[in-house]
């Protein structure tokens, strides 16, 4: 165990300015804190914090971080406080250690690869500073190293799968490399002991056969490259037992045919030199084909940068060459630590100040080389963690999110059906309403009921494509349901005015001229406006009296065409924008109208005097100063009527005659109020401009029966 003083000597040597006061304060906390806990080794237990904080001396990593690694296990595992905390080593440091505690707190429960990687995401979210991460990272290496000690081999098993799953990757994407390897190999021990002890055995015998093979290709390697005058140091090493083994499993190759088990690493000056070095290695050696990488052109996705090359080298062993400088090979190795170590270095004032986000900072330097964006997004990067949120279901599963997301969205991305069921969410065991946005590591329960049918107002707070398409799919569904009783009504009525009865079986015998598949989508067209009852009537009974009034059946795919196919009649417009006639004061050819831009949903076009345009008067930014273009064929628009009629016997038809005799057809007919003397009501009629619409006015205001007559707004 790492004594007090040897720990502040480490911290010490490489910044001098490290705070020896509070360094000795946590030490003395921790140890009196763990008091006589003890663990699966039987060594106290506070010699595995200071275990941890001895680990990141390595990394030189600051003072804040070694502490909270001395920290870390208070919280969780003794009666220390977070206000005690605070006071000894102020917020800063309580912030850090509550992160690695929440971190040790979510457990994953599901082994398989997919949750593997949104626990990693998980992690790497929580992680804001990434401090917290590389503490969590040393007290897991720790753990690794003292695994041997824990008695049940299914919990070892367990922790040495997880550390592979998670930890191994994680110190990998943020570039630490050897603690990816030692976490690797000291997992590979206990999840298949066999294999590496069969991989030790044969490196053993190769070496023996072979004594000192290694040495001998430096020395020669030294030689061909000094012989141009170039100054380098070589190292040599067998690959580590694990790297071989995921080469054999990847490969499907079996130890014998595995030849480049040695690898060879040359530190050079500068970058031209890598490429210097390269080039006497191809002149005198052979190259192994498709093996040569430049990481240093394109570095990986976490800053690793170094040339590799295979080539049958000295004695015809087949060797790996890596090449790269010392300064690349110290963030090779050690990733963001190194970076952050190197960047120390350099004389600052403002040190002590945005520390964590000059690590964020640090970060995004080394990413800024990955070359593919997919990757850059799927590793490491930790603010692109932020616009994500990862929960738990019950059963341990987690879920990953946009941000903002809420339990309806939880909801419908673990079912549809149990999205569309619930009535209620449990957030950490408590019932919360089901608008609440979800954090980080959250646990979520849903409460269904058969009863429930998804909400429409779910639509205002759900943040993912899933829910609010299955939330529009119902309402849409609910919608033509009334339009399908709407239709049924007014074609029972239109039957009945022309002395007919209404039977579905009429109606199923048209539906070719109608083109519509179903006597329900005959219901529903005409509830929706498409066709009017009359045309259906007429469709039904093509010798009826009424001959002149009766329009000519326009097939639904013709309406749809002409909805969708005819120039817009209006000018100003950006070619292929979508436009919208607003439902508030249904503008007319004729009126003189402005649009507003409404974001995914195109031009609105409100009439000039619409009291709806108040909303939008403080965004200028959003009028488009729009025409009617004359030119295009006439098309047909709703012209919606406010009328106060008196209630008498024939008061209804007389109004409908009125119009139709006047080319309008009613798509639409609603009571407003009724009281015993008068009906108020509002009509939509289908009419081809404001002229048009003005005629029906007159003529209606001229009927006998008719009270008031008025264009609707809003
Ligand atoms: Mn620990």
Redesign the pocket.
């Known amino acids: 165990m790492i004594r007090q003083y040897e720990l502040v000597e480490r911290v010490k040597a490489y910044d001098p300015d490290a705070c020896e006061t509070t360094l000795n304060r946590a030490y003395v906390y921790a140890t009196q804190k763990h008091g006589s806990q003890k663990r699966a080794s039987g060594d106290p237990y506070f010699s595995?914090?200071i275990e941890?904080a001895g680990i990141l001396t390595n990394y030189k990593l600051d003072c804040d971080t070694i502490i909270t690694a001395l920290l870390?296990?208070t919280i969780e595992d003794t009666d220390a406080t977070p206000e005690e905390i605070t006071k000894l080593f102020g917020s800063n440091i309580m912030k850090l250690v509550d992160g690695v505690t929440k971190l040790?707190q979510i457990e994953l429960k599901s082994a398989d690869s997919k949750q593997a990687e949104n626990f990693r995401k998980l992690l790497l979210a929580m992680s804001e500073d990434i401090r917290v991460l590389l503490v969590k990272l040393a007290?897991r290496l720790h753990?690794m190293r003292t695994l041997h000690y824990i008695s049940k081999p299914e919990k070892r098993v367990r922790i040495a799968a997880e550390t592979l799953e998670i930890y191994a990757p994680l110190a990998e994407r943020i570039g630490m490399h050897d603690i990816k390897e030692e976490l690797e190999d000291l997992a590979f021990q206990h999840i298949n002991p066999e294999a590496r002890e069969s991989i030790l055995a044969r490196l053993e015998f190769l070496r023996e056969k072979d004594d000192n093979v290694v040495n001998r290709i430096v020395n020669e390697l030294k030689d061909v490259i000094s012989r141009q005058g170039l100054k380098v140091d070589i190292y040599g090493r067998e690959k580590r037992p694990y790297s071989i083994w995921q080469k054999m499993q990847r490969k499907n190759i079996t130890f014998g045919e595995l030849s480049d088990i040695m690898a060879f690493r040359v530190l050079v000056e500068d970058m031209p030199q890598c490429y210097e070095v390269l080039g006497y290695m191809h002149a005198n050696y052979k190259v192994v084909p498709g093996r040569f990488k430049d990481y240093i052109s394109t570095p990986k996705p976490n800053g690793y940068r170094s040339i590799h090359t295979t080539v049958l080298g000295p004695e015809n062993h087949r060797i790996e060459v890596q090449i790269r400088t010392r300064h690349m090979h110290e963030v090779n190795e050690n990733g963001v630590a190194a970076h952050w170590a190197y960047k120390q270095d350099k004389p600052s004032g403002e040190q002590k100040e945005g520390v964590q986000y000059r690590w964020l900072r640090d970060l995004l330097d080394i990413l800024e080389h990955a070359s593919e964006p997919e990757e850059f997004l799927e590793h490491t990067k930790l603010a692109m963690f932020q616009d994500q949120v990862f929960c738990f279901s019950p059963k341990g599963d987690v879920i990953a999110l946009p941000a903002r997301a809420t339990p309806v969205d939880f909801a419908y991305m673990i079912h549809t059906h149990i999205g569309d069921t619930c009535v209620g969410a449990k957030v950490n065991g408590a019932m919360v309403p089901l608008r609440t946005v979800l954090n980080n590591g959250d646990q979520i329960e849903i409460v269904t009921s058969k009863a429930q049918t998804p909400n429409p107002t779910w639509e205002r707070f759900v943040v993912t494509g899933k829910a609010r398409a299955r939330i529009r799919r119902f309402i849409r569904q609910q919608q033509e349901d009334q339009y399908k009783d709407l239709g049924k009504a007014i074609l029972q009525k239109a039957f009945r005015q022309e002395g007919y009865d209404y039977s579905d079986k009429a109606i199923d015998g048209v539906l070719k001229i109608f083109k519509l598949p179903s006597v329900d989508a005959v219901l529903t067209s005409v509830g929706a406006g498409h066709h009017t009852g009359r045309e259906v009537v007429h469709a039904v009974f093509p010798g009826s009296k009424d001959k002149e009034t009766a329009r000519k059946v326009v097939p639904i795919d013709k309406i749809r065409e002409r909805k969708h196919d005819h120039a817009i009649p209006i000018k100003g417009l950006i070619p292929g924008m979508a436009v919208h006639y607003a439902g508030c004061c249904h503008p007319l050819p004729g009126d003189r109208i402005v649009g507003i831009v409404t974001t995914g949903k195109g031009v609105t076009i409100h009439t000039i005097d619409c009291d709806t345009l108040e909303t939008f008067a403080e965004q200028p930014e959003r009028w488009l100063d729009v025409g009617w273009d004359n030119d295009g064929e006439p098309e047909h628009f709703i012209g919606r009527l406010s009328l106060t009629v008196g209630h008498e016997q024939g008061a209804l038809s007389s109004i409908t005659s009125v119009i139709a005799k006047n080319h309008g057809n009613i798509t639409n007919l609603r009571f407003t109020n009724r009281t015993t003397d008068f009906f108020e009501m509002l009509i939509d009629v289908d009419v081809v401009d404001v002229k048009h619409l003005t005629n029906i006015i007159a003529a209606l205001r001229a009927t006998p029966v008719v009270n008031t007559v008025e264009r609707a707004r809003g």
């Open positions: 595995h914090p941890v870390h296990d040790t007290d753990n």
